[in-house]
């Protein structure tokens, strides 16, 4: 019961983000369903690892230290990866030449990459 209620605000954002992926499968919005269905998966896996995250470091006696880095670090992968494809769907909306799209979305993924590059000396916590 305790754990329930130390993440219970974790699983009711899965639950309603569950829901409408239930919903994006059978009403689509045409050709921004690919980017809201990305957009829906990371805000999905950002949830999922929050719940993670929460449950490893309220029982750091049991569990290792490094199970809890990977789930933080997961953690701020997927909000970094949905932020970036929040942005290119911006983008896209207000830019309809694909050069810049495409400019953004290479920015995007090389700041992913960064962040990816630069795990080991960041101390997360």
Not at 13 to 38: H, Q, T
Not at 43 to 59: E, P, R, S
Not at 78 to 103: D, G, M, P, T, W
């Amino acid at each position: 019961m305790y754990p329930l209620l130390i993440v219970r605000v974790e699983i009711v954002c899965l639950i309603l983000l569950v829901f409408l992926g239930i919903n994006a499968r059978y009403y689509k919005m045409g050709k921004d369903n690919g980017s809201f269905i990305r957009m829906l998966f990371f805000a999905i896996g950002h949830v999922v690892f929050d719940i993670i995250t929460v449950l490893t470091v309220n029982n750091l006696d049991q569990v290792p230290i490094w199970v809890n880095y990977i789930a933080h670090v997961v953690f701020y992968l997927f909000a970094i990866l949905f932020a970036h494809e929040f942005f290119c769907y911006v983008i896209a909306l207000s830019y309809r030449e694909k050069r810049i799209q495409k400019a953004v979305r290479i920015i995007g993924f090389s700041l992913v990459g960064l962040y990816l590059l630069l795990l080991p000396v960041m101390p997360i916590e």
